[in-house]
């Protein structure tokens, strides 16, 4: 079955670590599927606020699965947006309290940090390229709904506190933190939503990921790749693993599946 469209995870996937740049094979290849009709999609646990590094292929990109599926939009319509119950929000605030770790918090508008400390800015401000990204005031953005929770919580305690959060999912891409959203909120339920609203059969899709936060995704879609610098629990669940993102991984997995062609 033709693949119709392709939904990308962005940190470890399209964009390296080591270069904070996407690799210039991948953005010929993305080209070549966008020039033949196939839709672009990016499927991140970024919020939008934290898109920063997609700069080369902004004019392929046809819609966006962000904050791991808690909202989903193309252009100006958003396609979903589910928000975690205030009384988990709290839940969740008191374990990082109890822990003494810190918290991102991404609002509907605005994204602040609990507890802040400088493993937040090593990470998001230095790993994934923010620079002098400003947060919000924590107690504003606590009024607004709230997508996901990012707290710095090791394995131990995320699998103690997740039991008390019916509402919520969690998935972790990062042996530092956890991404956690409501459970209606994944980025396979998000790519679900993309292809609905867009008339595409699930099966005519293809999804690339590198981190625990893409399982979900890579089982939905009608192929899953996981790159060669995926985690082993994500090249566990993908239909096929490519190379990693610095060695064509992209760009050699379309080739496989005859998405592009050999020029």
Excluded at 132 to 148: G, K, M, S, Y
Excluded at 168 to 192: E, H, M, Q, V, Y
Excluded at 220 to 240: L, P
């Amino acid at each position: 079955m033709a693949i119709k469209a392709l939904f990308f995870d962005i940190d470890g996937t399209l964009v390296s670590f080591k270069t904070h740049q996407i690799p210039e094979s991948t953005v010929d290849a993305l080209r070549k599927v966008h020039d033949k009709g196939v839709k672009i999609f990016i499927s991140t646990g970024r919020p939008l606020k934290f898109i920063v590094n997609l700069s080369q292929i902004e004019d392929l990109i046809d819609g966006y699965v962000t904050t791991n599926g808690a909202l989903c939009f193309i252009g100006n319509k958003t396609i979903c947006c589910n928000s975690i119950n205030k009384d988990e929000v709290e839940k969740i605030l008191k374990k990082c309290e109890e822990a003494n770790c810190p918290s991102v918090v991404v609002g509907e508008n605005n994204i602040a940090v609990y507890n802040h400390e400088t493993i937040v800015d090593k990470i998001f401000r230095e790993g994934l390229g923010l620079g002098d990204f400003e947060f919000a005031n924590l107690e504003d953005t606590l009024h607004e709904n709230i997508l996901q929770m990012t707290p710095f919580l090791t394995l131990e305690e995320e699998a103690a506190l997740m039991p008390t959060l019916p509402g919520c999912t969690s998935g972790r891409w990062s042996p530092d933190f956890t991404d956690i959203t409501d459970l209606k909120a994944d980025k396979g339920k998000g790519i679900t939503a993309i292809a609905k609203h867009e008339d595409i059969d699930i099966t005519e899709t293809m999804a690339f990921g590198d981190g625990g936060n893409d399982n979900t995704m890579l089982l939905t879609a009608g192929i899953g790749i996981a790159m060669g610098n995926a985690n082993e629990s994500t090249k566990q669940v993908a239909d096929y693993i490519t190379d990693t993102v610095d060695e064509d991984g992209i760009k050699n997995a379309l080739l496989h599946f005859g998405v592009i062609e050999a020029s």
